[in-house]
């Protein structure tokens, strides 16, 4: 692990000083900060929450309805939590109907114009949010198939009536992101300072998650090596951040959410996901290599300095 922990990335022509965690509670004194998203966004809080609670001994466990989990640190009268919405639109699985007669077992129902009930009520409560989706059920990848394969598809709803013609994955994620970031527009009040955290990138090697693809490297990538792994014209099994990335960009534009971009930095990163450090047993366990999420310490960490340095530029 130490290993890891002796890279640290140096942004060109500037400083990026570590955290500080007891002048960053300061400077959110009384003020509280929300994560919304999927698995990687709580991968960001954990994080989050180690280098803060050095500031305050008092800290305690924090968690309101919708909340997955989250901290309280009374020293400063300040919450940091996340709340779980992989899709950030509601969605919910539906059994299958006796009209179903196309081999689905079943659907999972999204109603593109409603967000998820764990986030659906906070939009007063935060002072500051971080939003993501796109892990979990991206048709950009073979991901978001497997999620959903069409046994147990995800089928499209607005205004309570499904889609017509049905939306692929790819048109669906488009029109969700969409609306979802009406949503907040119009939802959240203009006072509170609004992040969407870009895509966080995979190293999957020589196969995807359940096609045996490892990330068994103990280094990080060269900067000529980022584009074979990650350009999309090249086709690979981690080309979906960059995609998510151009369609997240494209929808934010003309909107007061900030663009919080760790893809690139994160991209060098092959040798810090928990595939190699879990040992050969738990690597190859019945889920596969996660070649996807981050050991920490590590990468988040300094996700968490750019954000920290974003917060007192922005206050």
């Known amino acids: 692990m130490d290993l890891i922990n002796s890279w640290r990335w140096v ?17 959110m004194r009384n003020r509280n900060i929300g ?6 966004n709580e991968n960001f809080l954990v994080s ?26 009374p020293k400063f009268n300040v919450t940091v939590s996340y709340h779980r919405a992989v899709l950030l639109a509601k969605y919910e699985w539906q059994p299958k109907q006796p009209t179903m007669n196309n081999g689905q077992k079943g659907i999972y129902r999204v109603d593109v114009d409603i967000p998820a009930e764990d986030w659906a009520n906070i939009t ?31 089928v499209f709803y607005r205004a309570g009536q499904p889609i017509l013609p049905p939306l692929g994955l790819f048109d669906g994620f488009k029109v969700v992101l969409e609306s979802m970031v009406s949503y907040i527009e119009r939802e959240i009040p203009r006072k509170t300072l609004k992040f969407w955290r870009l895509q966080s990138p995979r190293h999957f090697y020589g196969g995807d998650w359940n096609q045996n693809g490892s990330c068994l490297l103990n280094e990080p990538l ?17 080309k979906e951040a960059r995609k998510i990335n151009h369609m ?14 760790l893809t690139h930095l994160s991209e060098f990163r092959a040798d810090a996901h928990p595939a190699i450090w879990l040992g050969k047993k738990d690597a190859v366990a019945i889920w596969g290599q ?26």
């Open 11 to 27: 942004p060109k022509d500037c400083e990026l000083p570590k955290i500080d965690p007891e002048r960053f509670l300061e400077l």
């Open 35 to 40: 994560l919304v998203g999927d698995s990687l």
């Open 48 to 73: 989050f929450l180690c280098i803060l609670r050095v500031a305050d001994g008092s800290a305690k466990k924090w968690k309101r309805k919708g909340a997955w989990r989250g901290a309280y640190f």
């Open 124 to 154: 007063d409560y935060y002072d500051v949010l971080i939003f993501n989706t796109g892990h979990c059920w991206s048709g950009l990848t073979r991901w978001g198939y497997d999620k959903f394969p069409k046994e147990t598809p995800l």
């Open 222 to 238: 060269k900067e000529h090596e980022l584009d074979l792994w990650f350009d999309p014209s090249n086709n690979g099994v981690n």
């Open 248 to 261: 997240i960009e494209e929808t934010l534009q003309g909107t007061d959410i900030q663009l919080l971009d």
């Open 290 to 315: 996660d070649c996807m999420h981050w050991c920490l310490p590590g990468v988040p960490d300094t996700w968490v300095d750019i954000f920290s340095g974003l917060m007192h530029n922005s206050l």
